[in-house]
């Protein structure tokens, strides 16, 4: 079962640390991704990684400001976001799968086999 935690209620300019373990010891090889869904909009990608190597992915509205990483050891992906905005409110789910998707495909949804219940991230003006 993947679990988020770290989602709150902060003002705009602030910052939060989103959690997630994935529910699954990690192997050699996943891809694991944060998508985002505020009410009335489509779900969106956010940010991405991978297991091995230094690849991250992020939308471009998130780039230079959110920061994806991962504790391999500990079995845990976290998203730093700073100067959240209140355009960044909204559920965010860490999605997960035990495979390495390719470059083109990071931001797609299809590809992740395991879902999260999301953890609300609310940016107040």
Do not use: H
Request: hydrophobic content about 30%.
């Amino acid at each position: 079962q993947v679990l988020e935690s770290g989602g709150g209620l902060v003002q705009a300019g602030g910052s939060l640390r989103l959690s997630c373990a994935p529910g699954e010891r990690i192997s050699s090889t996943y891809t694991l991704a944060w998508f985002r869904q505020a009410p009335g909009k489509d779900r969106e990608f956010v940010s991405g990684i991978r297991c091995c190597g230094t690849s991250t992915y992020y939308t471009d509205s998130v780039r230079g400001r959110f920061s994806i990483s991962k504790d391999n050891a500990k079995n845990m992906v976290y998203l730093q976001m700073n100067s959240l905005q209140p355009e960044d409110t909204a559920l965010y789910y860490c999605a997960f799968t035990l495979r390495r998707v390719i470059t083109s495909q990071v931001r797609e949804a299809y590809e992740y086999r395991s879902w999260g219940q999301g953890t609300q991230v609310t940016v107040s003006s």
